[in-house]
């Protein structure tokens, strides 16, 4: 039974087009993440719920929105694609008070802009 | 700003042999330190922790970490690699202020058989 799960796998679309990645957790945490990992394999924060409300948006093009609909689920919207936002995404769930815990991770979605 | 630093981008050792991958933090209280691994299209595992106590920390995959406060490290230890080791290797700090974990540049382990 998958703890972080996101959706899809892959995505490959053209430039300009509007996608979203689905992530769930089932592990009952309050807190969820998006990260992005660059071609060089460099992961950086994007966007941090807690219970709903956002808490942590870092320099992200306003092109890049999360969407809560309840604590077991964060939503990546990325409207306009662009190439430069070719990566993986990944997603991860934590306690609302993680600084013993860590973070979990979903495998990941890798979108390639064409 | 609190940081991770990852000196080696490539490591490579033989299957059998020990590893070390070097993880220095930059941070002003005590940090709270995690490393992570990362197959190959794969999602990010965590390996161990610390956070307080013994300086020296077991994870699993045979792996350990030892936080030395006066050098500012969390290194990674293996005694013998094993040729499914080869991956990804991610430190972590735990910054707070919103439950934000910052990773390093990470370090790409190869073994050779």
């Known amino acids: 039974d998958t703890a972080v799960s996101q959706t899809p796998k892959y995505l490959v679309t053209q430039m300009g087009n509007d996608k979203s990645i689905k992530c769930e957790q089932n592990?009952?945490?309050?807190?969820m993440y998006w990260y992005k990992q660059d071609s060089k394999k460099f992961l950086k924060i994007m966007f941090s719920?807690?219970?709903?409300?956002?808490?942590i948006n870092e320099t992200v093009p306003n092109r890049f929105s999360p969407k809560s609909p309840d604590k077991a689920h964060l939503n990546l919207h990325i409207n306009s694609l662009e190439l430069g936002d070719s990566a993986v995404y990944f997603c991860?769930?934590?306690?609302?008070?993680?600084?013993?815990?860590?973070?979990?991770f979903g495998s990941g979605t890798r979108l390639t802009v064409v | 700003a609190q940081s991770v630093t990852q000196p080696d981008i490539h490591i490579t050792v033989s299957e059998g042999a020990s590893l070390e991958l070097r993880c220095n933090y930059s941070?002003?209280?005590?940090?709270?330190l995690f490393w992570y691994v990362q197959s190959p299209g794969q999602g990010l595992q965590l390996l161990l922790k610390?956070?307080?106590?013994?300086?020296l920390v077991q994870g699993i995959k045979g792996f350990e970490a030892e936080f030395k406060r006066s050098q500012s490290s969390f290194n990674l230890r293996k005694p013998s690699v094993h040729w499914s080791d080869a991956a990804e290797y991610f430190c972590?700090?735990?910054?707070?202020?919103?439950?934000?974990?910052?990773f390093g540049t990470g370090t790409q382990l190869k073994v050779e058989l």
């Open positions: 972590a700090v735990f910054t707070g202020g919103g439950n934000k974990l910052t």
């Open positions: 941070y002003g209280a005590t940090p709270y």
């Open positions: 610390y956070f307080s106590g013994d300086t």
């Open positions: 592990l009952g945490h309050d807190t």
């Open positions: 719920y807690n219970n709903k409300e956002l808490i």
């Open positions: 991860a769930s934590s306690p609302l008070f993680s600084s013993n815990y860590g973070y979990t």
